[in-house]
Nanobody
Framework: QVQLVESGGGLVQAGGSLRLSCAAS????????MGWFRQVPGKEREFVAS????????YYANSMKGRFTISRVNAKNTAYLQMNSVKTEDTAVYYC????????????????WGQGTQVPVSS
């Protein structure tokens, strides 16, 4: 079992920056690929970014490329999502997820999820 806890959400102004953290505990977290997803009411949860267990490879949704950066520090059992140049359309609840075998954008392949952290972006 892996437990995930997101933090760092909160109100941010459009054009600003925010860093989300995902603290993991349980089994050897460094063996898990990590992903960030987001969801707004009435819409499906969508892929934001992911990173392989070693941190060597990252993937991004097209709309986040160049603005968001995913990273991880395995020694701290923590993954991060640096959000720059945020837009009002980035307003969502952000979730981190973990998978022992998958590192892509299909949310159904992630076994473990955090509770989410809200990120409202004001204009």
């Amino acid at each position: 079992q892996v437990q995930l806890v997101e933090s760092g959400g909160g109100l941010v102004q459009a054009g600003g920056s925010l860093r989300l953290s995902c603290a993991a505990s349980g089994r050897t977290v460094s063996e898990y690929n990590m992903g960030w997803f987001r969801q707004v009411p009435g819409k499906e949860r969508e892929f934001v970014a992911s990173i392989t267990y070693s941190g060597s490879t990252t993937y991004y949704a097209n709309s986040m490329k160049g603005r968001f950066t995913i990273s991880r520090v395995n020694a701290k059992n923590t993954a991060y999502l640096q959000m720059n140049s945020v837009k009002t359309e980035d307003t969502a609840v952000y979730y981190c997820a973990a998978s022992s075998y998958y590192s892509g954008d299909d949310r159904s392949r992630y076994s473990y999820w955090g509770q989410g952290t809200q990120v409202p972006v004001s204009s």
